[in-house]
């Protein structure tokens, strides 16, 4: 799991993650890119990542994964990410597709419900938390 | 004593407070105004692994981390 201050550069972890698994005899890469759109006047996206609790999920998913005889990559930015550039990639690598295709939609809902990490909308520089497009994690609301 | 951080978007101080089991904490939180529109859709972590029982015993020098609704990608 890589973490990065500002946008990611797609193309470089992409081909990087490419060659690791080049001898690995993996028959499927199926990446995930999530991009940041022009919508409701933001200038960029923001987001804040509870490190620790990130890597104990991240771990979790590496097991379920090896377990299919596959293995899952992501990486996230920190901080503001300019629209039109990339926070967010993931990928399964497996030996046959089927198990990568659904392998990277469980992975990927998952993150959005689970991963540690809040999104804030930038707008005239204020960061403004994304409370309606956000999700409580699982087991929400011990406390109340 | 343990320690109660509020992580993300909840514009809060960390603060220390005697508790010896989650529902020590709520209890406690619970009597915080500020914290009234958070409690009921936050997730609650202990040292950094999540946690999903109030009867959790808690020990002197424990950290709890309360994680607000995410949204990453």
């Not at chain 1, 993150?111 to 309606?132: C, H």
Request: aromatic share 10%; with cysteine.
């Amino acid at each position: 799991m890589e973490l990065y201050d500002g946008p990611l550069d797609i193309k470089e972890i992409f081909c990087r993650w490419l060659d690791e698994e080049a001898h690995s005899n993996y028959g499927a890469y199926i990446p995930f890119v999530g991009t940041i759109r022009a919508e409701d006047d933001i200038e960029a996206l923001s987001f804040d990542i509870y490190e620790p609790v990130l890597r104990e999920w991240f771990d979790t998913w590496q097991e379920k994964a090896k377990a299919l005889g596959a293995s899952v990559k992501m990486a996230h930015s920190q901080g503001d990410v300019p629209i039109h550039t990339s926070s967010y990639i993931s990928a399964v690598f497996s030996p046959k597709r089927r198990v990568a295709l659904e392998l990277i939609d469980a992975f990927v809902e998952d993150f959005k419900a689970n991963a540690p990490i809040w999104k804030y909308d930038v707008k005239n520089g204020e960061r403004i938390y994304a409370a309606d497009r956000s999700t409580p994690m699982y087991g929400s609301g011990l406390l109340a | 004593m343990i320690k109660v951080e509020f992580l993300g978007p909840i514009d809060k101080m960390p603060i220390e407070m005697e508790a010896s089991t989650l529902a020590d904490v709520s209890a406690k939180l619970k009597e915080d105004s500020t914290l009234i529109q958070w409690l009921d859709k936050c997730a609650v972590a202990l040292n950094d692994t999540m946690v999903n029982d109030l009867n959790t015993s808690l020990k002197d020098g424990d950290r709890v981390s309360i994680l607000p609704p995410v949204c990453g990608g």
